[in-house]
């Protein structure tokens, strides 16, 4: 006998779910996911903040007039709408190299209300996509810090999605600042998903794609789409990175999107050492599309969003969401021996000497040995 797999789920649609009620609510149209795989120019080897703020401008025109090239292009050739466009983790500026923190913010970081964010809401209006920037950012309620945020631009130009990355060595993240972020933002702003007409999105910054509870946190909100904007070594071969990607696709039944740079530029880094395989993949952990090494728009594929949505209605094993006891979970995550949330974000050398606690305390508990 041959046994039915997820693939044919998925495809099945609305045909067997029973009740009328989702039948008869109007249904999404499918729409291309585009992984923009784009080089980044970084602002390191810049001698002044002016320098480093004029490269991230010529970088957003340029990476702009991928976007507008990529989208309608692709509705051309497709005959499906690009509706949801990611770009790479800190593709308009690298990431720190050994700057300090007041450095870096004043040749890197973005304010929320700054110049870079408004060129990127005109340029996702212009677009008509939810365009996904990874970016450095200030923030007024925090002075002194940055955090690295992954921002949704709707095609009105407007945020609908802010998620400040929660796991860092060495940049600083609201577990730094606990007790004060959940004071000023609440516990809803630690894990964000954004409902809109084209699935509800959530946010996973690079490595971060190896902790399954980052996703698991907005899987309990609902998100159907998780957008992993990432600069990682590009390879054909299953990395840790790649199989965490489709074991969150299948274990959430969501779609996964990742865009990696196209090469890393301006460093002393090999360029080509953070380039490729940027993808999309569907809720049975298959790759869709994959693009090569260098700027690219093939890794685009199309979301069917009233496929997934019948999958998880749907009784039976398969449904892996529905059988989760949550409540099982919640002591144990609260007597583990691990990371403890700070005061204050430590610098590069305090970040190591916090690890080493870290794994101290482990070894005590008999977590490790």
Sequence with gaps: MIKPDRRGLLAAGLAGLAGPSLAQTPQPEPYLALALQTACDAVNADAT?????A???RAISRIGAQVRASVGFLRGFTGVAPRLVLLPEYAFTGFPQGESRELWI??????????EYADLATLAQGARVFLVVNAYETDPKFPGLYFQSTVILSPAGETVLRYRRM???????PFDVWDRFLDTYGYDAVFPVAKTEIGTLAAIASEEILYPEIARMTAQKGAEIYLHPTSEVGSPDLT???IARRARAVENMAYVVSANTGGLIGTAIPAASTDGMSKVIDPSGRVLAV?????SLVANAVVDLVSLRSLRRRAGMTNLMSRQPWGAYAQGYAEAPGLKPG?????RDAASGRQAETIRRLVEAGVLR
């Design 49 to 53: 903040p002016e320098a480093a703020r």
């Design 55 to 57: 490269r991230i401008g």
């Design 106 to 115: 004043a040749k890197a970081a973005f304010d929320p209300k700054g110049r």
């Design 167 to 173: 796991i860092s060595l060495f940049a600083p993240t």
């Design 240 to 242: 840790p990175k790649e």
């Design 291 to 295: 693009a090569g090494e260098g700027e």
């Design 343 to 347: 005061e204050a974000p430590p610098d």
